[in-house]
């Protein structure tokens, strides 16, 4: 028998910021994953505090932003790998309201350190973009494949991943231990993302209203090379068009309730290029397509923490549209309840789902 503290199911970004804080306070882990439905994997990477529709601040965006880029530079030299790359992003405006909205939310306290407060002119010459752009700070973007790759590997190297995938009949749980073949622990904490739905501890709809607690959300991404479209920025409009280096671009992304399958779609792809063409005026190659299911809740919050008064089972999940970002400070609010007894905030604690 294997003895040690935690369990951890599911090594998307969820379950990798949980296994950092696990490594960082001396507590030993095992970690499962089936490499099988993916957010993090397929996910732009980008950070990004504001909300571009609104110009409006992310939730908790100071927070999560410096917190997530400090996660990522510290991981990207222990793991060697350069997870973390600054890139400005630019939001190209789509009229003079808009420029003038933009002035306004520069100029608001929570806003203006991360909106440049003036007009930036198009230089490039394939970008369709009269009006100009508005400049973000504090932005940047992850190598997702990098960060899945190294650190299971890193973890394999360490013994402590397993690929393969959990089975939850197998789980019991006997004085005060959680027991998983040949392996005894003292906690376990899920982190499977869209997958949860088939974990038999969690509930799939709410006890009120009936409605479902985890939303599958899947979206879907394009690569593009282009010779001519020679962008150094990230640019959002009414997709994100993110440079990867070498000419070649990411262009998403596509959201969508209803197809919780992986599989890549027509529909998508001409949804997504129907889209580019109005923002590039250049030539341009399709050379790959990606599909992800977001782990979204009803009320835009992630699920912290645990279900029942027993004290070993654990979710971390619900990070939505935006967990690249924010799951590293929220590994931190989750370790310091199952460590520290430290009591998850409402907002984001799983046990408001009783009352939905
Ligand atoms: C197209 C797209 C673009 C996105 N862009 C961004 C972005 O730019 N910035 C941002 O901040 N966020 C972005 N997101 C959101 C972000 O990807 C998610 O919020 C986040 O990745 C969710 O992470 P997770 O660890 O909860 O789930 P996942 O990444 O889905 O990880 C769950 C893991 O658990 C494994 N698993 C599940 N069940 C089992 C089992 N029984 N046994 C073993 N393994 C299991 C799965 O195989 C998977 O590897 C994007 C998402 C998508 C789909």
Known sequence: MKEVDYIVVGLGIAGISFCEELENNHKSFIAF???????????AGVINPVVLKRFTPVWNA?????????????????????????????RI????????????????????????????PNNYPHINAPFGFGKVNSTGKIDTIALIEKYKKYLQLEKKYQNN?????????????????????????????SSVNT????????????????IPN????????????????????????????????KVGATYDRDDVSVQVTTQARDELVLKLKEIITCDFEVVDQVAGIRPTTRDRRPFLGSLTDNQQLF????????GITAAPSLAKVLFNFTENSIEI???INIRRIYKW
């Open 33 to 43: 994953d089936n490499d099988k439905v993916t957010s993090t994997k397929v996910a």
């Open 62 to 90: 100071k927070l999560h932003v410096s917190s997530s880029i400090l996660f990522y530079k510290q991981l990207s030299k222990k793991i060697d790998s350069k997870l973390f790359q600054e890139t400005s992003m630019f």
């Open 93 to 120: 405006f789509k009229s003079i309201a808009e420029q003038n909205n933009w002035m306004v939310a520069s100029d608001k306290k929570e806003l203006e350190e991360f909106l440049e407060p003036k007009i930036i």
């Open 165 to 193: 995938t959990f089975d939850y009949s197998l789980l019991t749980f006997k004085n005060q231990q959680v027991i998983y073949n040949n392996v005894v622990s003292k906690k376990i904490v899920f982190c499977e993302g």
């Open 199 to 214: 974990n038999p501890f969690f509930p799939k709809v709410a006890q009120h209203s009936k409605a479902a607690i985890l």
């Open 218 to 249: 899947k979206g879907e991404y394009l690569t593009i090379k282009s010779n001519d479209l020679k962008l150094d920025a990230m640019l959002k409009s009414s997709l994100f068009i993110i440079p990867l280096g070498n000419d070649f671009y």
């Open 315 to 322: 979710f971390f999940n619900g990070l939505g549209t935006r």
């Open 345 to 347: 905030p409402k907002e």
